[in-house]
């Protein structure tokens, strides 16, 4: 069946494995491969500026990966995910800079550790459900972040802590071009890794959990471990995510964790698709690149009555927060499964044409 | 040990543990109604400081007609509310929910922002006197206030609750849904006066902060603080609220007391609720007076 170039017209499906493959059509494989190398050729195109959203897409998008897989396929709601980010970047920076490990292991380093911490904080999703787990998690947020503040042995205190520059054997990466590799490399690898993993059984039974929690437990799933296992999973994309953006920055400071980009976070995955891997990527980038086109906007419209009437200039970063807040509101009472779905729905709409209905 | 700090911050902490009270009876009660749970609690109490605060500074209202207009305003901010944003969510899942409340939150906090700016203003005095001398310890009359409103919004809820024929209705539409609309109650128009009564009194919460601690963009900070209480007292008890605020705002005073004299770890009146938060979740999570009936898993 991987032959194919075009899905058919109906569900011919047969066995398992032709259900849970990655690339239903070999069109789609090569389309996806294609992609990744045109996007590889990205540096040398694209300027500087443009270079810096796409390594920010890449990192906050595997950030989001992370809370989509407890959120979007677990069904739990974790309100600070932004916490777990921030410890990654600070473990990260902790690890290059106090043990002298290289960078290229401390960053999946900071992902078991900071998986670690979200196990810890996912004991009382053990225990509790829905809105009590939601609550919890808000709790998770600001002990971290006070935590942060606290511990000056750990990040710095209020001085920011410095993170080493990437280097790979020996040899330093500078600059966004050379890093941008590393992102991407990132991204692929992370991405095919819970692609992977929603289609084994661990992820069959998350999903399970999500659906149906009382018939998953009858099924066999242990509820707790899943659970757990999913907040563990989630910190740990977290924390890749953080120590990539720790590395990118080159120093971490204790802004930029708070409830805010938790709510970033979970707007990135409402609007890509709560269960979808790659609305997640396209959820990233619309919230990347959501403040940047106000931006964009705001200078376009500067010294039209609009400008005059809204006095953009000086509060664009509060418009730019109500648009997030607004954007959210949109997403979830007109388009509650996400761009992901927007997307099929274009796909089916085009490959019928002119005879869709 | 230092007794009259000590006796200084448990009245602190009574005083600020009765308002998270009237915060959490008013999130509770959201939450007992309608079943959602309101993230967007304290910028209900922000708006409604902000909105006494515009009347009474820009067009010089007096207060206590600027205070009754900020009460019917946020009266119909609630109902509006739940109108336009939150009945289109009804039967959505329980994130979703969640995160419509939390959206709700960014917009009203930056949108409070933007007309008010960020910066602290300090709201119009309206009491004459400084400080009362009770049994020689100095209150200020702010406080007296702060504490005699808190207490008066908790009679309030109770009598509406036990003995109005409104409440009656929004007790039974809390029970059972679907017998409470079979016998004739408009469950739409109770979801909608809860929302009401819960900003209500969420704004008089906040405009009793504003008058002892002007208005600025941390009033939200009181929502945060409800869950420690509402978990405390039981998601779903209105008396167990207003009991868990207290005793959150006595721990957080007596966590500023320890840190003062004896740890020195400094901000640990802050974070200390959110420790209790978490142990209250891991030992009890149906809090002291909340029904017992949370699936466990």
New interface residues.
């Given amino acids: 069946m991987a032959s194919q170039t075009l899905i058919p017209a109906g569900d011919f499906r047969t066995s398992y494995a032709a259900d849970t493959t990655v690339f239903p059509t070999t069109t789609s494989r090569n389309a996806m491969i294609s992609g990744i190398v045109l996007v590889c050729f990205a540096p040398h195109v694209v300027n500087e500026y443009i270079l810096s959203l796409l390594i920010q897409i890449g990192i906050f998008g595997i950030a989001a990966l992370g809370l989509n897989i407890v959120?979007g396929f677990t069904?739990q709601?974790s309100?600070g995910h932004a916490a777990f980010f921030g410890f990654g970047a600070f473990t990260s920076a902790y690890l290059s800079n106090r043990f002298g490990i290289p960078v290229f292991f401390c960053i999946p380093l900071a992902g078991v550790v900071t998986a670690a911490v979200g196990l810890i904080f996912g004991?009382?999703a053990?225990?509790?459900?829905?809105?009590?787990l939601?609550?919890?998690t808000?709790?998770?947020q600001?002990?971290l972040l006070?935590f942060f503040?606290?511990a000056e042995w750990f990040t710095g205190g209020s001085v920011p802590a410095s993170a080493e520059p990437f280097s790979l054997f020996g040899y330093m990466l500078r600059g966004d071009k050379q890093y941008f590799y590393v992102v991407l490399a990132y991204v692929v690898v992370c991405y095919l890794l819970v692609t992977n993993l929603i289609r084994s059984r661990d992820g069959r039974a998350l999903v399970a959990v999500r659906d149906h929690?009382l018939s998953a437990?009858i099924m066999g799933i242990n509820?707790?471990k899943y659970?757990t296992l999913s907040f563990g999973l989630a910190a740990f994309f977290a924390g890749v995510g953080g120590a990539l953006y720790a590395h990118y920055n080159q120093v971490v400071s204790n802004e930029g964790f708070g409830i805010?980009r938790s709510?970033i976070f979970?707007?990135m995955i409402?609007i890509g698709g709560?269960g979808s891997i790659m609305g997640t990527l396209m959820g990233t980038a619309f919230m990347v690149l959501l403040p940047e086109s106000m931006e964009w906007l705001s200078v376009a419209l500067r010294g039209s009555p609009i400008d005059q009437f809204l006095g953009l200039k000086n509060?664009i970063a509060?418009?730019?927060?109500?648009a997030?807040?607004?954007i959210?509101?949109v997403f979830?009472?007109f388009e509650?499964d996400g761009l992901a779905h927007r997307w099929r729905q274009i796909k089916a709409y085009w490959k019928l044409y002119p005879f869709s209905h | 040990m230092n007794t009259q700090l000590l006796i200084q911050l448990l009245v602190n902490g009574l005083v600020v543990g009765t308002l998270y009270g009237v915060v959490a009876m008013s999130f509770v009660l959201i939450y007992k109604a309608t079943q959602v749970?309101n993230f967007a609690q304290g910028e209900l109490l922000l708006v409604g400081a902000w909105v006494c605060w515009w009347l009474l500074t820009k067009y010089q209202v007096p207060f206590y007609l600027g205070m009754p207009i900020t009460l019917v305003f946020m009266f119909l901010f609630g109902i509006a509310i739940q109108i336009v944003?939150l009945r289109?969510?009804i039967g959505?899942?329980?994130?979703?929910v969640?995160?419509?409340t939390?959206?709700?939150?960014?917009?009203f906090?930056?949108?409070m922002?933007?007309i008010f700016g960020v910066n602290l203003q300090p709201f119009p005095r309206v009491f004459q006197t400084q400080n009362v001398n009770i049994l020689g310890l100095q209150v200020q009359t702010v406080y007296l206030m702060s504490l005699a409103v808190s207490v008066a919004m908790m009679i309030g809820m109770a009598w509406f609750f036990r003995l109005s024929k409104y409440g009656l209705a929004m007790r039974a539409t809390a029970f059972n849904q679907q017998v409470a609309q079979s016998l004739g109650i408009s469950v739409k128009s109770v979801f909608a006066m809860a929302w009401a009564i819960s900003a209500t009194v969420s704004a008089v919460a906040g405009v009793v902060v504003a008058v002892v601690n002007g208005v600025s963009a941390g009033l939200s900070a009181y929502g945060?603080k409800v869950?420690?209480a509402a978990?405390l007292g039981g998601?779903d008890s209105v008396g167990g609220a207003v009991l868990g605020g207290i005793i959150i705002g006595l721990l957080e005073n007596f966590a500023h007391f320890l840190d003062s004299e004896y740890l020195h770890?400094?901000?640990l009146y802050?974070?200390a609720p959110?420790?209790a938060?978490?142990i209250i979740?891991?030992i009890k999570?149906y809090g002291l007076f909340g029904t017992k009936d949370?699936?466990?898993?």
């Fill in positions: 959120v069904g709601i309100i004991l009382p053990a225990r509790l459900k829905g809105l009590y939601a609550i919890a808000l709790a998770a600001y002990i006070d503040a606290r929690y437990e509820l707790t659970r805010d709510i979970l707007a409402i709560l509060n509060f418009l730019r927060e109500m997030i807040g607004i959210i509101i979830l009472v509650p | 749970v944003i289109p969510m959505e899942p329980i994130i979703s969640i995160m419509v939390i959206a709700l939150s960014t917009v906090a930056a949108l922002k933007w945060v869950f420690p978990i998601l770890w400094g901000n802050e974070i959110f420790y938060l978490i979740l891991m999570p949370i699936e466990r898993v």
